[in-house]
């Protein structure tokens, strides 16, 4: 099975922060990743697909990068709305999340 | 508007029997893998099964195989999750979903059902 390796687990930061958040898989899933962002009590919302699509209605701020093994999701100026956790979803070989980012204001 | 909604969730003894049920709308269902996955108290969130378009595929986490069993019915817009010798470590809010990863499209959940697992 395909292991994804997401880092921080945490991090503290302040509004207009740039944040940087980064999974690593076992092996190579081409762009087959999307970054989710949850809040407590809710269901996880896509924010980036294909590694680096931003989805609709998603603020600019969030961005995406990598392939291969390597990705990143970056929030260029923290908001007090992005206090949240975020994790990386590989489905290139069924589904593995990765452990979560929690990113706490 | 795209909905699903999990029902059966609910506290079962050790050992015991759950069957999980999402029902769909507002897309169309055959055209669609779908996913359970589940979210332990305070965990990180856990791919657990999926099933083909037409469900004649299937795919399991390695610590549900031979305990859990994923099948819909298309006619019926409907997926299932049949839970047997729960565990302790099952104890989670189980999401159905429908997975948008690559494709930036038709990325849904439901709103999740707890399954608690306690004597």
């Known amino acids: 099975a395909i292991q994804m390796t997401q880092s921080p687990s945490s991090l503290s930061a302040s509004v207009g922060d740039r944040v940087t958040i980064t999974c690593r898989a076992s092996?190579?899933?081409?762009?087959?990743l999307g970054w989710y962002q949850q809040k407590p009590g809710k269901a996880p919302k896509l924010l980036i697909s294909?590694?680096?699509s931003l989805q609709s209605g998603v603020p600019s701020r969030f961005s995406g990068s990598g392939s291969g093994t390597d990705f990143t999701l970056t929030i260029s100026s923290l908001q007090p709305e992005d206090f949240a956790t975020y994790y990386c979803?590989?489905?290139?070989?069924?589904?593995?999340f990765g452990g979560g980012t929690t990113v706490e204001i | 508007e795209v909905q699903l909604l999990e029902s059966g969730g609910g506290l079962v003894q050790p050992g015991g029997s759950l069957r999980l049920s999402c029902a769909a709308s507002?897309?169309?269902?055959?055209?669609?893998?779908m996913y359970w996955v589940r979210q332990s108290p305070g965990k990180g969130l856990e791919w657990v099964s999926a099933?083909?378009?037409?469900?004649?595929?299937?795919a399991y986490t390695d610590s549900v195989k031979g305990r859990f069993t994923i099948s819909r019915d298309n006619s019926k817009n409907m997926q299932y999750l049949q839970m047997n010798s729960l565990r302790a470590d099952d104890t989670a809010v189980y999401y159905c979903?429908?997975?948008?990863?690559?494709?930036?499209?038709?990325?849904?959940w439901g709103q999740g059902i707890l399954v608690t697992v306690s004597s």
């Open positions: 979903a429908t997975i948008g990863v690559r494709s930036g499209r038709s990325d849904y």
């Open positions: 507002g897309l169309t269902f055959s055209n669609f893998v």
């Open positions: 099933i083909s378009e037409s469900g004649d595929r299937t």
């Open positions: 092996q190579g899933i081409r762009n087959d």
């Open positions: 294909a590694a680096s």
């Open positions: 979803l590989q489905d290139h070989t069924d589904l593995t």
